[in-house]
């Protein structure tokens, strides 16, 4: 008997409790697929998909599937269903002609009488359809309107709606249940949005993206709201936020003609970024955030290019912050510039520890970033109780031994400074005068080309001035706490947009 024959045996001899288990854990496209191991693999997938609760119509399921495909299919699933219950649905469809939107439309009227509790409907699949408002998309056949009886599922606790026409009913009273809200590329006017934020009273987190059918968004009655997201929003001129719980935030704005942001009184980190920052859109709403921050303990700050003209009457005393993280943003690189421009106008006199992840783009190398970096003289700082600085990003360019530098400096107790180096660094040496590189790779054992960065790191920094006797200078090929901004992008459903 071979191994395969073996392990075949071995999974057919697990209980079908076992099995079930199994198959709970794995998308619904794939459990059809089991189905054909053999008689009793067809048999237990059967039963499964009798009393399933979850039902995952996403990209694998409709994988090499045209539209009247993937619909046949749903409906005889769905034909099969006999539990009482269904917790989660997920759908991805491009609804192509009527027949197909009254096949949805049955769909959600079947989860919903289920008593589903978590509904991700997305519907224009492979197409791509901005909302900029309900003239623009009336006459497309992908578009889909939500069915009004949504709104009244009261079981419904996380709702995420992409890609569709959201037409409130009148005197709208539903999703009083929903404590997750997400909508992308969703028509909403900004009467709806009023409606519907008034309604949920139980809302705990919020997403806004890309839903540019909004001029004004104002979160003022989500006394409950831990974490909001407004994401490319660009249409809105308009954003006030009033939430004495929210403690996370992620704004990407273009212009703002009004912007409050009041009683942020929980706030511990904050995204600010955007596309066309140079506008004053970005650095108008960060001069009104920082000052609400000055109470918090840990803070991070996930910026970019920050312009010294725009700030320059910014000046902001954190007396209380412990930890800081300045995280580079993929749409703006994030320089020793930025940061000696941050301290300059932001006193952290108690700050214990600091995270800086640096750009992923070689400045020396790239006419464009070099072009938009401001020259920024290091301030006089002395920061008093800083023990530990990590700077992520490392690439031993001048610019980054000169930030490490600044630190080692200016910090009398500092403990430790530790220096990662890129992930996607080759090992290189850098040519031309005055360029010093370092080594890398993304090996974690220990090697000749790890064994030369540190020597070369090690002797630049060796005669700098330093303000801590004892300073350990440690450098690492590669960070294994993970990538910080694209977990937070997930905390905010933004995630993809990190990877465009």
Same mark, same amino acid.
């Given at each position: +008997? *071979? ?17 079930? =288990? ?6 619904? /496209? ?32 409709? /994988? ?50 289920? #008593? ?41 606790? *996380?709702?995420?709606l992409s890609r569709c026409i959201l037409a409130l009913?009148? *005197? ?11 909508? /992308? ?6 009467? +709806? ?49 009033s939430g004495p719980m929210i403690r996370s935030l ?7 003609? $009004?912007?409050? +942001?009041e009683d942020m009184l929980m706030l511990e980190e ?11 859109? $970005? ?20 910026? #970019? ?12 005393? =954190? ?12 749409? =703006? ?9 941050? =301290? ?23 006419? $464009? ?14 920061? %008093? %109780? ?6 992520? %990003? ?60 540190? +020597? ?14 004892? $300073? ?8 294994? #706490? ?19």
């Amino acid at each position: +008997m *071979n191994d395969q024959e073996e392990a075949k045996d071995l999974i057919n001899e697990l209980p079908d409790a076992v099995l079930h =288990f199994i198959l709970s854990k794995i998308p619904t /496209k794939h459990v059809i697929t089991s189905s054909s191991v053999s008689k009793r693999w067809a048999e237990i997938c059967a039963q499964h998909l009798e009393y399933a609760t979850t039902l995952d119509f996403g990209e694998e399921f409709a /994988k090499n599937q045209t539209p009247n495909q993937f619909a046949d299919n749903i409906n005889k699933i769905l034909n099969l269903i006999k539990s009482e219950k269904i917790f989660k649905f997920k759908l991805l469809f491009s609804p192509r002609n009527e027949k197909h939107k009254s096949n949805a439309i049955d769909w959600i009227k079947f989860v919903t009488s289920k #008593g589903v509790e978590q509904i991700e409907l997305d519907f224009c699949r492979h197409i791509h359809i901005h909302f900029l408002s309900r003239a623009h998309i009336v006459g497309k056949k992908e578009a889909f309107e939500l069915p009004d009886f949504l709104f009244d599922c009261s079981t419904l606790v *996380n709702v995420r709606l992409s890609r569709c026409i959201l037409a409130l009913p009148q *005197n709208y009273t539903g999703f009083r249940g929903v404590h997750t809200l997400c909508l /992308k590329e969703v028509h909403i006017t900004d009467c +709806m949005l009023h409606s519907l934020l008034c309604s949920c009273t139980l809302l705990e987190v919020l997403a806004l993206k890309e839903c540019a059918s909004l001029s004004s968004i104002r979160i003022v009655s989500s006394a409950r709201l831990k974490r909001l997201t407004v994401y490319e929003c660009f249409n809105a001129s308009v954003i006030e936020i009033s939430g004495p719980m929210i403690r996370s935030l992620l704004i990407s704005a273009g212009h703002l003609d $009004v912007c409050k +942001m009041e009683d942020m009184l929980m706030l511990e980190e904050v995204f600010i970024g955007t596309r066309g920052d140079e506008f004053g859109g $970005v650095l108008y709403l960060f001069m009104k955030v920082l000052p609400d921050l000055a109470h918090v303990t840990a803070l991070t700050l996930y910026l #970019g290019h920050l312009v010294p003209s725009l700030i320059k009457d910014l000046q902001v005393k =954190f007396n209380n912050l412990l930890e800081l993280q300045l995280v580079n943003s993929p749409l =703006f690189g994030l320089f020793n510039s930025d940061v000696y421009c941050f =301290f300059r106008h932001c006193a952290c006199p108690s700050l214990q520890k600091i995270y800086i992840e640096l750009s992923t783009v070689s400045e020396e190398e790239n006419f $464009v970033w070099e072009y938009r970096k401001p020259n920024v003289v290091p301030v006089n700082y002395v920061f %008093n %109780n800083l023990k530990t600085v990590t700077l992520r %990003n490392f690439r031993g360019t001048i610019s980054d031994i000169e930030l490490a530098a600044y630190f080692l400096q200016r910090s009398p107790v500092l403990e430790s400074i530790i220096l990662i180096a890129p992930q996607s660094l080759n090992a290189k040496k850098s040519a031309g005068p005055g360029k010093e590189q370092v080594s890398g790779s993304t090996s974690s054992k220990p090697n000749q080309t790890n064994r030369g960065m540190q +020597m070369d790191v090690h002797g630049m920094l060796r005669y700098r001035p330093k303000a801590s006797p004892t $300073v350990e200078i440690t450098i690492f090929e590669f960070d294994e #706490g993970g990538d910080h901004l694209l977990s937070f992008y997930k905390w905010h459903y933004v995630s993809d947009v990190y990877c465009k």
